[in-house]
């Protein structure tokens, strides 16, 4: 029963901001690790950044370390992530997810559907 239901994607120019938002339900979300990738066509899923439950640790890719920043807040069951200095290549379904502390897919048990971001140069 647990959901996870992203928001926030959209079309954007190169050099612009996006600040995308993932809502948690049917599971302790304060005890999860939660994490962002993102999947381009014909692609793989791509890690992009996690934090550790309580948030007090984070991890970022390097192709998006100094322009997104992972968040959550648990009073709210929300996770964020703030997209700044977006690129071309950035544009993807970005999906958030629960899980272990970690970079791999793996290691995440609960998905959400996805959003999409698209950066036009």
């Known amino acids: 029963q647990a959901q996870l239901v992203e928001s926030g994607g959209g079309l954007v120019q190169a050099g612009g901001s996006l600040r995308l938002s993932c809502v948690a339900s049917?599971?302790?979300?304060?005890?999860?690790?939660m994490g962002w990738f993102r999947q381009a066509p014909g692609q793989e899923r791509e890690f992009v950044a996690a934090?550790?439950?309580?948030?007090?640790?984070?991890v970022h890719s390097d192709s998006v370390k100094g322009r997104f920043t992972i968040t959550r807040d648990d009073g709210k069951n929300m996770l964020y992530l703030q997209m700044n200095s977006l690129k071309p290549d950035d544009t993807a379904v970005y999906y958030c997810?629960?899980?272990?502390?970690?970079?791999?897919?793996?290691?995440?048990?609960?998905w959400g559907q996805g959003t999409q971001v698209t950066v036009s140069s």
């Open positions: 997810a629960a899980g272990n502390y970690g970079s791999s897919p793996a290691l995440f048990d609960y």
């Open positions: 049917g599971f302790s979300f304060s005890t999860f690790a």
């Open positions: 934090i550790s439950y309580r948030g007090r640790f984070t």
